[in-house]
């Protein structure tokens, strides 16, 4: 009965939502009475699609559903997170290693799935950080970072990381050019003197371990965006530039001055070509390499000391500058391979590029000058067309398995779809507000999923119940199974969602990891079976091998630890069932708790600085006897001669 009326009563709420929707459909035409049907995912069933969404200035990833709009995980990739412990456990402290120290926080921009023959393989998502230059490797298995690699000779990674349909590059190009080598100049003199480079890393076809190849070394513009070349395309990698004018102050009008940038397009088969074959220059560098691995639960940094540049002069026939207004800012290539759409931000038409048209103006050499060295193609001779929207502000496009094209206008709030090759608009929704990128599942390879697109708006304004001044930013999902685009739902998103992967469930979700093996576990603390546990002394530091199991720590008494010592505590986790992980926290550490999945061993520092009997726990409500999970560390003067020794029991 009680169950009843529940039902009654959001049957209820929802006609009334739709009903509300539908008296909106004048002014903002968007919601039609079955657009809760097509986003409902009924309690225990599952959603069509993953979503990964940048967290931005969260320095994460978020892991959604799709339709559903729920939220499953949070990764975290460059930012500390307390609630995992990932960046406080000392395993996983040096994956936050770079040339700067260690930088606990980035801020995350684009995420790419890893692709073979140019479709979504599911293997692995890459991010940039885009503030302390690095690239990122996320495991859709385990879902966890396993390994980050920093990118020496840039600043604001942001033209990142966008991968080649092999996955044999992830890409990554400034966004500001600076002086290469860095070195002590007026900023003034930046003409000329300061370059941009754009980073080719190599992805190990096996593990997916990353490597540097080669670093071009472009004139000083900011490289805002980039996409691969796709089939026909393939070998090729487009970057949009703004700031050809090579301004240094007060850029948002000195930026603005020339009518044109330009996409660069790139040839990385010619240059690795030139590299195989020893060409390139090794220059010194400093920057960090950091890598999970999945056997010791351990991340370790090596810290690299060359990398190899490649000046495009080098290389004839490598680079190309195609002419594009103005200031564009998203750069992205159509399934075929054959369009290249440049959004100037400053336009308010679409530019869009043929590649066929780009290899022709080359063969017959039809140059329009050139920019340090560097050909310019004439305009006219690339265009394949214009999308005459009408429609302000343009940044970034996506395709559908249709042949049509989807691109945000940041300004005048909406989402616009035009059809390839005929370059007219056939539909515009608005957004709620201020969008940002958008996302099809695949909507970035040769294979879209074109049943939904998610608009990532940067404003949200009166969509929620307000939060204070702050409030999320917010999605929207849009039907696009039909002619015209539907709006189905909004929903909250996290930090600030740039772009977005989305990937059929059915690629991943059978191969989700659920539990690491305990007899794979080879970390150099681990404990595998209780018995084993034991503390041991070394100086002043204390290593506790510490076992878990529901519901006790073993061992839960500690006593002979002073004031002064360092304490190790290595937690393995004895579960080997799916999703029972225990935590651990010790009062007064200087870091946050840790969660040890089934199998996994991880290890907390906490120096004591009082004397006492200090208490520690399990965070996770892993059982009824949770609260039971918990144990006491005796902490002695710092001259007792209290004896080591720990029990489990009496
Ligand atoms: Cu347009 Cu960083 Cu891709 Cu944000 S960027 S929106
Ligand atoms: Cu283990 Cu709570």
Redesign the pocket.
Known sequence: MKIYSYLTMTMGAALMLVSCGQQNQSSNGALSSSAAEKVYVAPGEQDEFYAFMSGGYSGNLTVYGLPSGRMFKEIPVFSQFPTSGYGYSEETKPMLNTSHGFVPWDDA??PDISQTNGELDGRWIFING?NTPRIARISLSTFETEEIIEVPNSAGN?SSSFITENTEYVVAGTRFSVPIPQRDIPINEYKSNFKGSLSFISVDPEHGHMDIKFQLMMPGFNYD?SHPGRGKSHGWFFFTTYNTEEAHTLQEVNSSQNDKDFIAAVNWKKIEEYVNNGGGTKVPAEYAHNLYDESTHTATTTMKKEVLTVDPLKVPGAVYFLPTPKSP??CDVDPSGQYIIGNGKLSADLTVHSFDKMIAAIEGEKFDGEAYGIPILKFEDVLAGQVKSGGLGP??TEFDDEGNAYTTFFISSEVVKWKLGTWEVIDRKPTYYSV??LMIPGGNSRKPFGKYVVA?N?ITKDRYLPTGPEMEHSAQIYDISGEKMELIYDFPTHG?P??AAGIPAEILAPKSKKIYRLDENKHPYAVLSPTESKVVRDGNEVHVYMSTIRSHFTPDNIEGIKVGDKVYFHITNHEQDFDVPHGFAMIGQNTSELLIMPGQTKTSVWEPKKVGVWPFYCTDFCSALHQEMQGYVRVSPANSNVELKWSLGE
């Open positions: 921009h684009h885009n942001h965006l800012h998203g940044l970034h940002g990128h990532l940067k600030e740039h772009y």
